[in-house]
């Protein structure tokens, strides 16, 4: 008879395996008194309605209020966001989560008069205005609200749009809640005789096992679970893309990907080169395919044969203590503070280390300008993606350690688009330092498969899900239907174009489009690709550089928002409205991939 290995409750994980999150609140208790008081002060914005017009001394007053209420907000919302994530089925959380978005719904429902009375000053009397010393520390924040003029309605307007806040989260919170909490991928038999429960992250581990025969039982298993909740997951995409395109057309936006893109003042051109540039070099990657199942001894490639290392027998193992040891040394060129600090970071209690029962699947750090850069892992030992995957969050952290030390509470939160270099620009040090440690041909192999699968993962995978990101919303914008097997089409068709012809796609998986929490969030997932295309440049040259090239990356990462993404990146060294940065990101997978091949 097998044994079954279950994950524990939280109440039974060791304290030091968890996040500490006392630098926000000792405790629910101080959480909920300052809860009380902070949505008392949502009265006070009542008091500045209709005066915006009065004078920068009225108008600096009214952000100074405004900043002091999001700064509480932030604290506050993050303590319940990641109380939640230790256990999503935990209602107490989800109702505190609940508490904070309705009193967040309602917060954003009394400020929706600022904006719009904000652009309906003349503009004579605005740039009067802006000349006041009040004024200067939201001088950037100003500029960039009275670039949304034109996608600013009446103040009615605004407030109907934003009351509708809540509801417009619907179609993500139910996915959020099925995807974690209620499906149930069984359990599955290892070779040992020993059963785990199927999970997202026991799913990962099973793709990277080396018996294929186990992973073609865990795709076959997991993807069944989706099959049976497929037409419910469908109708959630779908809801969440038409609400998309309703705040995009609101707004004026001609399209919702031009709606995305604006905030970053990022032009279609850098999404849509993306794409072309990597469908350009898609020969590469299907020769890699052909060296892996050549190497390999397969008679067909399949999907659940591309996450395995080619070679398999050379597996790795890295406690805990290991890995943060590893990934500092490889962090070294950043220097001691950033190293140091990080360090003590990852052996105290920043991050959330283990797998619990209903703990939130995946990765990911959580930063914040008054608590610790928090980051959540489902860490397994004997994975080495998890290494990559700690260093990659990691990097996430410091940037937020370092951007709220040297920005106001207004600049220090970053985008997205530029958190995805910092984090990327880890792995690759990361793998790096690896391969140079290598002690020999097999094993700079084995570490040089790594970095292509995590070209393929991070710039090529991307690319295809930001490619039917832009399909799908196209799709609704002209008014035809997403249905089920809208979705499954679309998604084929590009399954067929970058897995090349001589793949074998398995036909349950056009439902991986469904089981991509991502795509709730539209037009982020290309700023992976971007990121790490940003990020072979920049590791490059902070390598190979001296102290100027540092210093130039050190103060990417202090710089949070304090100046449009595309201009930080090209401070730093980097100019993604050229093709440069993902053309050598893809000409650097290339040349690893014929090295691959010399090598075994």
Request: net charge negative; hydrophobic share 35%; aromatic share 12%.
């Amino acid at each position: 008879m097998s044994t079954v290995t279950r994950l524990p409750k939280r109440s039974e994980v060791p304290t030091e395996d968890t996040w500490d999150l006392s630098s926000l609140f000792p405790n629910d208790e101080a959480w909920e008194e300052e809860f009380q008081e902070w949505q008392k002060s949502i009265a006070k914005y009542e008091e500045y309605q209709g005066t915006m017009e009065q004078g920068a001394h009225q108008l600096a007053s009214f952000l100074d209020f405004d900043n002091k209420f999001d700064r509480q907000a932030e604290r506050l919302q993050t303590y319940a966001f990641l109380k939640t994530a230790e256990d999503v089925s935990e209602g107490k959380y989800q109702t505190m989560m609940g508490r904070i978005q309705n009193a967040g719904s309602r917060a954003a429902q009394a400020a929706s008069f600022f904006r719009p009375e904000l652009l309906a000053i003349p503009e004579e009397k605005m740039q009067e205005m802006l000349k006041s010393e009040e004024l200067e520390p939201y001088q950037l924040l100003l500029d960039r609200i009275l670039r949304y003029k034109p996608h600013t309605l009446s103040g009615s307007e605004e407030r109907l749009l934003a009351m509708q806040s809540e509801m417009a989260s619907t179609a993500s919170q139910t996915f959020r809640q099925l995807n974690n909490a209620d499906l149930d991928f069984g359990e599955i038999e290892l070779e040992s005789g020993k059963s785990i429960e199927l999970s997202h992250a026991s799913f990962s581990r099973c793709l990277h096992h080396a018996n294929r025969e186990l992973r073609q039982k865990a795709f076959d298993q997991y993807y069944q679970e989706y099959e049976a909740h497929k037409n419910t997951i469908a109708a959630t995409l779908s809801g969440s893309i038409q609400g998309d395109i309703y705040y995009a057309r609101a707004k004026n936006y001609p399209s919702a990907l031009e709606a995305s893109l604006f905030t970053d003042n990022v032009p279609v051109t850098v999404y849509d080169n993306l794409i072309e540039a990597v469908h350009q070099h898609l020969p590469a990657l299907y020769r890699y395919y052909e060296v892996r199942r050549r190497k390999m001894n397969l008679e067909t490639i399949h999907h659940y044969d591309t996450y395995v290392p080619i070679l398999s027998d050379l597996s790795t193992h890295y406690s805990w203590d290991e890995a943060v040891e590893v990934v500092t040394k490889s962090l070294e060129p950043l220097g001691s503070e950033y190293c140091g600090a990080l360090e003590k970071g990852l052996q105290g209690r920043w991050c959330d280390r283990y797998e619990n029962k209903g703990k939130q699947s995946g990765a990911f750090s959580c930063g914040s300008f008054d608590g610790d850069p928090y980051i959540l892992m489902n860490y397994q030992d004997d994975v080495l993606d998890h290494v990559f995957t700690l260093t990659h969050e990691a990097g996430h952290s410091m940037h937020s350690y370092y951007s709220a030390a040297h920005q106001p509470f207004q600049y220090y939160n970053y985008t997205i688009f530029v958190a995805e270099v910092a984090s990327t620009f880890n792995e690759q040090l990361l793998g790096r330092y690896l391969m140079d440690a290598a002690g020999d041909d097999q094993m700079r192999a084995y570490l040089i498969n790594k970095e292509i699968d995590s070209l393929r993962g991070t710039l090529i995978r991307q690319a295809m899900f930001a490619e039917f990101e832009k399909i799908t919303h196209a799709i609704a914008e002209a008014n035809e239907p997403l249905t089920l097997g809208r979705f499954r089409d679309e998604y084929q068709t590009l399954l067929e174009l970058y897995f090349g012809p001589d793949f074998t796609i398995d036909p349950q998986l056009s439902l991986e489009c469904l089981r991509i929490p991502h795509f709730y969030r539209a037009f982020y997932v290309y700023k992976y690709a971007t990121g790490i295309s940003a990020a072979v440049a920049l590791a490059e040259r902070v390598i190979s550089g001296g102290d100027q090239e540092l210093t130039d990356y050190l103060s990417f990462l202090k710089g949070g928002c304090s100046k449009f993404p595309l201009d930080l990146l090209r401070d730093a060294g980097v100019d993604l409205e050229e093709p440069t940065p993902v053309n050598t990101a893809l000409e650097r997978f290339e040349s690893l991939v014929d090295e691959l091949d010399s090598l075994i």
